[in-house]
């Protein structure tokens, strides 16, 4: 697909939101849930989207990852605007480039643990899917669960195959939505080493949302939406940032 023959440059911001807003058509009017925010992030950076519940975050990460269009604004994601994009070369933007982990786990509960990690690398023609699969769920500490159901396994383990299918195609940016909302603390701090250690052998970019103040504060820049709007910690708040740091709101 034409789409994916555009070169990434290196030296461009992986994501980049300019004038982003979302507006709904509700009963009772338009309801405005993101307002003209702009952000940039580095390739290989960290960052956490927070908030209150209901304010945004999931809006704004299925934007990011092109899962839903803006109302106004636009969205440079691993070198391709996603404005005028179908839908079909939105998911093939999305299969080249991005990784994504769900609080909920997303797993398809008839298939193994090594079957789930396959399909994003069966849908790229992988001819050797099982071997990456397994060399992949090897990486999370489950060599010895390929062949469990996702029922046959605890919350901490479904993360750890979701983790690995996440990152099942080498991405160059992952988008994980409350990636320890469901588990213990114990777990969730397992979850969190493994999510940030394969960041750092990976050079992939991190996109967390999240409600944990602990979890948000491993990442290099923390972006906080209230009433739509979108501020970086740090930043000014009459102007946006400097470089790579732009964070604007109007």
Known sequence: MAVLLSAMNDAEPILRLEGLSKTYATAHGPLTVLSAASLALARGSTAAIV??????KTTLLGLCAGLDEPSEGSVRLCGHLLEGLTEDERAAVRNAHVGFVFQNFQLIPTLTALENVMVPLELRGDRRAARH?????????????LDHYPVQLSGGEQQRVALARAFANDPDILFADEPTGNLDSDTSDQITEILFSLNRSRGTTLVLVTHD???AAKTARIFRIARGHVREDGAAEDAPAEGQREVVNR
């Open 133 to 145: 699969a397994a060399s992949r769920l090897e990486e999370v500490g489950l060599a010895e669960r």
């Open 51 to 56: 908030g209150p519940s209901g304010s945004g």
């Open 213 to 215: 103040p602990a979890l």
